[in-house]
C-alpha cells in the first residue's frame, strides 16, 4: 500500500450506532489530520496530530473523538451522530512544519 | 489571519479551451500555496505548490500557477482543457512553521463541454 489510505470508503450508520474510520499513512509523515466535508461549504479541519498529539482541536463536538496511537495511524470514533453529522471525511498526513498534505480517499459518511 | 477566496464557484469550459482558476488569499508575510483537485467522491490531489524561488511553478496533468505577490493570487491556469479534468478545484494557503495548518477555499467547479 503507498500513500494514505481510509477504510471503509463508505458507512452508513444509525444515531445511536459506535463506529471508527481508519486511516494509515505509509509516507513516513509525523502529522495527521481529519477534515470534513459537507456540501457547499468549505473544507474544515477537524483534529492536528503532530507527533502523536494533538494539538489542534476546531470546537468539534465531543461526538467525535480521535485517537492516534502511532505516527503512521488514525482513528476518529464516532457515537451518537446527528444527521447533520453526514460528510465526507478526509484524512490527511504531512511532515510537521512545512510540508505538502496528502489526502486519503475519504469515507462517506452517511448517519440516518 | 488567513484566508482563501476563490471568487468562481462554477466554471465551464469547451474541450480544448484555455482555463484559469482564480485564487486570492490574505496573509501577513509569504505563504506557501497549493492547488489541488477533487473528482467526484474521491479525496484531493496535489497538482501543484509553491513555497518559494520562481514564481511560475509547473504541476501535474499540464497545469502551471503562478504567484503574484503585489495581487495576493496564485492563480491556475491550463493552455487545453481535457475532458478529464472536469473537477473540483481547491486553493490552499499555509504558513510557515508550526505544524502545517492550511487554510482552503470554497472551491471552483470545473464542467467541461465536449
Known amino acids: 500500500e503507498t500513500g494514505v489510505t481510509q477504510t471503509p470508503r463508505h458507512l452508513v450508520m444509525g444515531m445511536t450506532n459506535k463506529k471508527s474510520l481508519k486511516c494509515e499513512q505509509h509516507?513516513?509523515?509525523?502529522?495527521m489530520y481529519w477534515y470534513k466535508q459537507s456540501a457547499k461549504k468549505p473544507l474544515e479541519l477537524m483534529f492536528v496530530?503532530?507527533?502523536?498529539?494533538?494539538?489542534e482541536n476546531n470546537s468539534v463536538p465531543s461526538r467525535f473523538s480521535p485517537e492516534c496511537p502511532n505516527s503512521s495511524h488514525l482513528f476518529l470514533h464516532l457515537h451518537t451522530l446527528q444527521p447533520e453529522d453526514s460528510a465526507l471525511y478526509l484524512c490527511?498526513?504531512?511532515?510537521?512544519?512545512?510540508?505538502?498534505?496528502?489526502f486519503g480517499p475519504g469515507t462517506r459518511l452517511l448517519v440516518l | 489571519a488567513q484566508s482563501v477566496t476563490q471568487p468562481d464557484i462554477h466554471i465551464t469550459v469547451s474541450e480544448g479551451a484555455s482555463l484559469e482558476l482564480r485564487c486570492n488569499y490574505s496573509?501577513?508575510?509569504?505563504?506557501?500555496l497549493f492547488w489541488y483537485v477533487q473528482s467526484p467522491g474521491q479525496g484531493l490531489q496535489l497538482l501543484l505548490k509553491?513555497?518559494?524561488?520562481?514564481?511560475l511553478v509547473q504541476g501535474i496533468k499540464g497545469f502551471e500557477a503562478e504567484f503574484k505577490r503585489s495581487q495576493s493570487s496564485f492563480n491556475l491556469r491550463k493552455p487545453s482543457v481535457h475532458w478529464s479534468d472536469a473537477a473540483e478545484y481547491f486553493c490552499?494557503?499555509?504558513?510557515?512553521?508550526?505544524?502545517?495548518?492550511?487554510?482552503f477555499g470554497a472551491g471552483t467547479r470545473l464542467a467541461v463541454h465536449p
Open positions: 490527511a498526513s504531512s511532515q510537521k512544519g512545512v510540508g505538502t498534505q496528502y
Open positions: 509516507l513516513g509523515h509525523n502529522a
Open positions: 496530530y503532530s507527533l502523536e498529539e494533538r494539538v
Open positions: 496573509y501577513g508575510a509569504t505563504p506557501y
Open positions: 509553491y513555497f518559494s524561488g520562481d514564481t
Open positions: 490552499a494557503v499555509g504558513a510557515w512553521g508550526g505544524y502545517n495548518k492550511l487554510i
